[in-house]
Nanobody, 113 residues
Framework: QLVESGGGLVQPGGSLRLSCTASGGIFSLMGWYRQAPGKQRELVAT???????VYADGVKGRFTISRDVAKKTVSLQMNSLKPEDTAVYYC???????????WGQGTLVTVST
């Protein structure tokens, strides 16, 4: 199970921090995806247990993912937010042995004046 927090409304150029706590397993990969209205879900950032990190091109330099393996948490610091960052953000994790995927319920981020 993944429980997210931290979404909301922010003005362009502002910042938000998303957090996610996992339970029920050991996870090899954790991260964030997002889905904007009328678009497919897309990767935002992921991080392995050994800190290998992948970012979508559109968020590099603005977003930072961080993970605490022992606490089973993953966070996403989002700076310099743009209206095109508006989406439902989903926490994601894959279990270390089975590879089965777990998704959070989603948290809405709206970037608007």
């Amino acid at each position: 199970q993944l429980v997210e927090s931290g979404g909301g409304l922010v003005q362009p150029g502002g910042s938000l921090r998303l957090s996610c706590t996992a339970s029920g397993g050991i996870f090899s990969l954790m991260g964030w995806y997002r889905q904007a209205p009328g678009k497919q879900r897309e990767l935002v950032a992921t991080q392995t247990r050994t800190d290998n990190t992948v970012y979508a091109d559109g968020v590099k330099g603005r977003f930072t993912i961080s993970r605490d393996v022992a606490k089973k948490t993953v966070s996403l610091q989002m700076n310099s937010l743009k209206p095109e960052d508006t989406a439902v953000y989903y926490c994601y994790a894959s279990r270390i042995i089975t590879g089965s995927e777990v998704w959070g319920q989603g948290t809405l981020v709206t970037v608007s004046t």
